[in-house]
């Protein structure tokens, strides 16, 4: 199988080709048309001078500047509508195409497979992290700090409100929110994770 460098320089080769010939057409037709305007010139003169020879051969280079015309138009046509290649090699080129395509990113979706993995490893740290400071707000609120800003109501009910760390620009949150369920994710092996309630981890 050709790399789609090869196949794009093919397709491209064939393209330009195309563009050429389409290109020497139209000069070929406007140069016929340029003679075709010099033999009517050249025909009226003639029979203005009455001049045989003259007409006659204006009237020539009249008829084979139409006919070559006429040639070039039928080629132009032909040049921009007819396909440059038959069904079979256009199937194949599609098929090739496609097939270099999807080897070459099966390819480049190991390799970010293997990236994803590693931004998982840094994600679990970082839910460790996560974890780790809100034990610690516990303890200081609690056991240290004793929870001194507790408000209490009349009834002596204590209100309290625990301290919490939120961080939304963590690896964690990026990686639960954008790459976890992912086809990446399934590649690397990694499970989707469940949302969590009631807990923090961002």
């Given amino acids: 199988m050709k790399t789609l460098e090869e196949l794009e ?3 491209k080769e064939l393209a330009s080709e195309n563009t050429a010939e389409l290109k020497g057409c139209k000069e070929n037709i406007q140069k016929a048309t340029t003679t075709i305007e010099k033999a009517e010139k050249d025909i009226a003169e003639a029979e203005a001078e ?3 020879k003259k007409y006659s051969k204006a009237k020539e280079a009249l008829w084979t500047a139409k006919h070559t015309k006429e040639l070039y138009l039928k080629q132009k ?11 079979k090699e256009y199937r194949n080129l599609l098929h090739e ?6 080897e070459i990113q099966d390819e480049q979706n190991r390799r970010a497979a ?5 931004i998982k490893e840094i994600s679990d740290e970082s839910v ?9 707000l516990h303890i ?13 109501a009349a009834n002596g009910t204590v209100i309290t409100r625990a301290k919490e760390y939120q ?14 369920g992912t086809f990446l994710a399934d590649l690397a092996g990694i499970e989707e994770e469940p949302q969590r309630k009631n807990c923090v981890f961002f």
Avoid: C, W
């Fill in 9 to 11: 320089s093919y397709i």
């Fill in 128 to 136: 460790s992290t996560n974890k780790q400071a809100n034990d610690l």
């Fill in 140 to 152: 200081l609120q609690y056991d240290v700090y004793k929870d001194a800003d507790a408000l209490v």
């Fill in 77 to 87: 046509e032909k040049l921009e509508k007819n396909p440059i290649i038959d069904q």
């Fill in 97 to 102: 195409i496609m097939g270099e395509a999807k």
């Fill in 114 to 118: 293997e990236l994803v993995n590693q």
């Fill in 167 to 180: 961080n939304e620009k963590s690896v964690s949150h990026f990686f639960r929110n954008k790459v976890s």
């Fill in 50 to 52: 009455v001049d045989a």
